[in-house]
């Protein structure tokens, strides 16, 4: 016969026995699930979300500025909706500028040129010879002007090793004096009717430049946000050297960032054409500056490493909204460059306090941590 356990077996091989959890309260579990919500919601996960819903906060201020201050017109629906589709051309331009502009920020660089490069697409395709061909030639030699200029941006600054303050500056100066040159300072008259009639036309009573704008807009967030290239974009102007370390071309990743800024300045040239069914060596001054003050507003650091799509597009849409709210009040234009001053200066300040922030929670934790 085999002995059972003594009594001072037992304790001891109870001892080695796991220890039955407790049983799980649903309340908690919600509890939990609730605050990791909560928590992406105040971490850096969240801060696209939170700076885009203050945007929409300053867009919602704009309005009832509006209202108060020309109510005679906000009491009239159909004026509103007009005045909404209004301000949408108003901002398509430049919105489809400040995409490109956007990549090339997020990307560490900068890109002075794009107003010119939006003049020399334009005055290119509106020449006799290329409207000779029809639309497709104009939309095509448009967009080919604009990107291979954005080529020359990009391999001047990643393999000629410029700054891209410098090379960009250098090539606003070039692309106004070619478009002035071939244009021989004078206006070119666009001839071509469905050219024009982007800008005339609309679709289910939205005009059709406010639909090149979306589709820019949505291939831009998909390109950054769902790809490979939009992750290398933020590697890249976050960290170069360690995005060069993971194993990625730096160089030919700056010169496709600037050849993308450069395509959509081509797309912009053909949209500014049709709303003024014409083209000079002067359209489209100080794009750059609207454009890189649009993407600013929306929380892309000048440093590079950091941005959004959506929130350059709100950027461009309030300085879109305060032209026109500055325009219905018959206030003058150089006010309004002092409201949007003032505004990028407090961007600007806003940013720098919160990667000083940042940069302090960071150093407190690796202090910790060692």
């Given at each position: 016969?085999?002995?059972?356990?003594t009594?001072?077996?037992?304790?001891?091989?109870a001892?080695?026995?796991?220890?039955q959890?407790?049983?799980?309260?649903?309340?908690?579990?919600?509890k939990?699930?609730?605050?990791?919500?909560l928590?992406?919601?105040?971490?850096?996960?969240g801060?696209?979300?939170?700076?885009?819903?203050?945007?929409?906060?300053v867009?919602?201020?704009?309005?009832?500025?509006?209202?108060?201050?020309?109510?005679?017109?906000?009491?009239?629906?159909?004026?509103?909706?007009?005045?909404?589709?209004?301000i949408?051309?108003?901002?398509?331009?430049v919105?489809?500028?400040?995409?490109?502009?956007t990549?090339?920020?997020?990307?560490?660089?900068?890109?002075?040129?794009?107003?010119?490069?939006?003049?020399?697409?334009?005055?290119?395709?509106?020449?006799?010879?290329?409207?000779s061909?029809g639309?497709?030639?104009m939309?095509?030699?448009?967009?080919?002007?604009?990107?291979?200029?954005?080529?020359?941006?990009?391999?001047?600054?990643?393999?000629?090793?410029?700054?891209?303050f410098?090379?960009?500056?250098?090539?606003?100066?070039?692309?106004?004096?070619?478009?002035?040159?071939?244009?021989?300072?004078?206006?070119?008259?666009s001839?071509?009717g469905?050219?024009?009639?982007?800008?005339?036309n609309?679709?289910?009573?939205?005009?059709?430049?406010?639909y090149?704008?979306?589709?820019?807009?949505?291939?831009?967030?998909?390109?950054?946000?769902?790809?490979?290239?939009?992750?290398?974009?933020?590697?890249?102007?976050?960290?170069?050297?360690?995005?060069?370390?993971?194993?990625?071309?730096v160089?030919?990743?700056t010169l496709?960032?600037?050849?993308?800024?450069?395509?959509?300045?081509?797309?912009?040239?053909?949209?500014?054409?049709?709303?003024?069914?014409?083209?000079?060596?002067?359209?489209?001054?100080?794009?750059?500056?609207?454009?890189?003050?649009?993407a600013?507003?929306?929380?892309?650091?000048l440093s590079?490493?950091?941005?959004?799509?959506?929130g350059?597009?709100?950027?461009?849409?309030i300085?879109?909204t305060?032209?026109n709210?500055?325009?219905?009040?018959g206030?003058?234009?150089e006010?309004?460059?002092?409201?949007?001053?003032?505004?990028?200066?407090?961007?600007?300040?806003v940013q720098?306090?919160?990667?000083?922030?940042?940069?302090?929670?960071?150093?407190?934790?690796?202090?910790?941590?060692?």
């Amino acid at each position: 016969m085999t002995e059972g356990p003594t009594s001072t077996e037992a304790p001891e091989r109870a001892a080695h026995l796991p220890a039955q959890s407790p049983p799980v309260d649903p309340a908690a579990v919600d509890k939990v699930s609730t605050a990791g919500r909560l928590s992406w919601w105040r971490g850096d996960g969240g801060e696209g979300a939170r700076r885009n819903l203050a945007l929409l906060g300053v867009l919602a201020v704009l309005v009832v500025i509006g209202a108060l201050t020309r109510s005679d017109l906000y009491s009239n629906p159909d004026w509103v909706w007009d005045n909404i589709l209004s301000i949408l051309k108003l901002a398509a331009v430049v919105g489809v500028v400040t995409v490109g502009m956007t990549f090339v920020i997020i990307g560490g660089g900068i890109d002075l040129s794009v107003g010119a490069i939006v003049a020399l697409a334009g005055v290119w395709c509106t020449t006799v010879a290329t409207q000779s061909y029809g639309a497709g030639g104009m939309i095509f030699s448009a967009l080919t002007v604009g990107l291979a200029v954005g080529l020359v941006n990009g391999l001047l600054i990643s393999y000629g090793r410029l700054v891209p303050f410098i090379a960009t500056l250098a090539m606003l100066v070039a692309a106004r004096g070619l478009a002035a040159e071939i244009s021989d300072k004078q206006t070119q008259v666009s001839d071509n009717g469905f050219i024009n009639g982007l800008a005339s036309n609309d679709l289910l009573g939205i005009p059709l430049l406010v639909y090149i704008l979306a589709a820019v807009v949505a291939a831009g967030w998909v390109l950054l946000n769902r790809t490979t290239f939009g992750r290398r974009t933020v590697a890249v102007g976050g960290n170069p050297e360690a995005a060069r370390l993971a194993g990625i071309n730096v160089k030919r990743h700056t010169l496709l960032l600037y050849a993308l800024s450069g395509l959509c300045c081509g797309i912009a040239a053909i949209m500014l054409t049709a709303q003024a069914n014409s083209a000079q060596a002067a359209m489209a001054n100080l794009y750059e500056l609207d454009a890189i003050a649009a993407a600013i507003i929306g929380g892309t650091l000048l440093s590079g490493g950091r941005g959004t799509i959506i929130g350059s597009l709100l950027g461009v849409v309030i300085f879109a909204t305060i032209t026109n709210l500055f325009a219905i009040n018959g206030l003058s234009t150089e006010a309004q460059n002092m409201v949007k001053g003032g505004i990028i200066v407090a961007a600007v300040l806003v940013q720098q306090v919160q990667f000083r922030s940042l940069t302090q929670f960071l150093g407190r934790n690796r202090l910790t941590t060692t």
